[in-house]
């Protein structure tokens, strides 16, 4: 016996650029829902004998599901059907109408599940709930990501080269770009394949004639902060950032017909432990070994600056996501009900969802007159008692485990220091200026978000 799912959305753009939106390479990406173990191993695209293939993850258990766009009965209208997968039957259709004042977008989808009358029973009410959130998220991202091409509508499209294209924020980054019509081409440490183009940062090579004819660049890479700081780790995390931000600038320099523009990557460790201080792009550098880091990160771009380019360094603040960074650690043991305040909990956490890193991102690319650094952090900074008692406030779980000073720097050693019992009160007054609109302002509904809760 099937099942009906239906959800309609209100679209402020017409029915065709809706469409086009879902047509365009990152569509899929952008409103997928975080919390879901869904790993994308082909997209086709959405056009008629197209194919999409995904992984699902369960604890160890993986399972294939495979869907294949059919026949639609109009030009703004696609359907997907399971060929394979965890429901008896699926069929998906996405059918985008005229509306007054716009479009709008019905999900409608026709399901069976395995099991017969069992399945129905035990995992009916379940799937449901499901869906609800999952097409709750998918139509706030779409409608968020509509409205914010329509505000940007009058701006050329680009050619963007970017870096860490595969890491969190490169992921994302890249699916927002390519949704709002920009090419995004990967710089990657390895044998480039098909549009990529190629470098070498341990053996300093990257040619110049590469970066010709892009519009921009966005250099994301380097490595992880988050494992334990030997000093061979801490080299690593340096050279990584440092000499590769060198090479390319450097590079870009050399240009003939390159890139006008150079987001670089950085964090706001620059400030150090500040504290309670309110701070801004203004203030200064602080001590410790980030704080060195990323003033010799954002000095490496120099070259670029010299010879003529815009150049915004990107101060990011704790990224909020379950697929990686600090939430995706905290979320079992808060689940768990075994999370807590670290050390004091008096400590700042400048924070940002994973939408809004991607839409500052966006939005220092489009922006001319940003430049120097900027702060990748949401307008309102909370202490790690707030952020626990609002996390666990989310996931309705109790928060009655402090871990303490001391343990945090037996388990994580001097990283301890810098990223856990330290912090930092740190202000987007240059996005602010520049006339950003935070989709996620407040932790709550940030949290809730991209945890869909």
């Known amino acids: 016996m099937k099942s009906t799912f239906s959800k309609r959305v209100s679209l402020n753009c017409s029915a065709e650029e809706a469409y086009r939106y879902h047509a365009r390479p990152g569509a899929l990406m952008r409103m997928l829902p975080p919390w879901k173990p869904v790993e994308v191993v082909s997209n086709e695209g ?20 495979n869907a294949l766009h059919t026949a639609a009965p109009d030009a ?43 399945g129905r029973l035990f995992g009916g009410a379940w799937v449901r709930r499901e869906l609800e959130r999952t097409f709750a998220y998918r139509h706030r991202v779409l409608v968020d990501d509509l409205d914010r091409s329509n505000t940007n509508s009058r701006r050329e499209t680009m050619r963007i080269l970017m870096t860490g294209s595969t890491g969190l924020v490169g992921t994302a980054t890249s699916a927002l770009l390519s949704t709002a019509g920009h090419e995004v081409v990967p710089l990657v440490r390895r044998a480039a394949r098909g549009s990529e183009v190629g470098w070498d940062p341990a053996a300093n090579r990257l040619d110049p004639a590469d970066l010709e004819g ?3 660049v966005v250099h994301l890479a380097g490595e992880s902060i988050s494992k ?48 309670s201080e309110v701070l801004d792009e203004s203030s200064s550098h602080g001590a410790g070994f980030l704080a060195g880091v990323c003033q010799e990160w954002e000095a490496a771009t120099a070259r670029a600056r010299d010879a003529g380019m815009r150049v915004v360094t990107l101060r990011t603040g704790v990224v ?48 001319e007159s940003l430049s120097g650094p900027v702060n990748l ?25 402090p871990m303490p000073a001391f343990a945090a720097r037996l388990a994580f050693g ?8 330290g912090g930092a009160n740190v202000r987007p007054k240059a996005f602010e200026d520049a006339g950003y609109a935070f989709r996620y302002p407040d932790l709550e509904g940030g949290l809730r978000h991209v945890l869909g809760r």
């Open 46 to 65: 959405i056009e008629t004998g197209a194919v999409v293939r995904f992984k699902l993850r369960t604890g160890p258990l993986v399972q294939t599901w």
């Open 76 to 118: 703004t209208t696609f359907v997907d059907v399971q060929t394979e997968g965890p429901f008896k039957s699926w069929e998906h259709t996405h059918a985008i109408t005229t509306a007054p004042g716009g479009a709008q977008l019905e999900d409608r989808i026709e399901y069976e599940l395995p099991g017969g009358p069992l």
């Open 214 to 216: 892009f519009d921009a």
């Open 228 to 275: 334990r700081w030997s000093d061979a780790q801490k080299r690593k995390i340096r050279e990584s950032r440092v000499a590769g931000t060198k090479l390319l600038s450097e590079a870009l320099a050399a240009t003939d017909n390159g890139p006008r523009v150079l987001l670089s990557a950085s964090a706001i460790g620059f400030y150090g432990d500040r504290g």
């Open 320 to 367: 909020l996501s379950p697929l990686g960074g600090a939430l995706a650690k905290m979320l079992t043991p808060f689940k768990l009900g075994a999370g807590g305040k670290v050390g004091s909990g008096e400590q700042y956490m400048s924070w940002i969802t994973l939408d809004d890193v991607a839409g500052s991102i966006a939005h220092a690319l489009e922006t």
């Open 377 to 401: 952090v949401a307008p309102a900074p909370v202490t790690n008692a707030e952020f626990t008692r609002t996390l666990g406030k989310v996931l309705k779980r109790p928060t009655l485990f």
């Open 414 to 421: 001097e990283m301890a220091d810098e990223l856990l019992l």
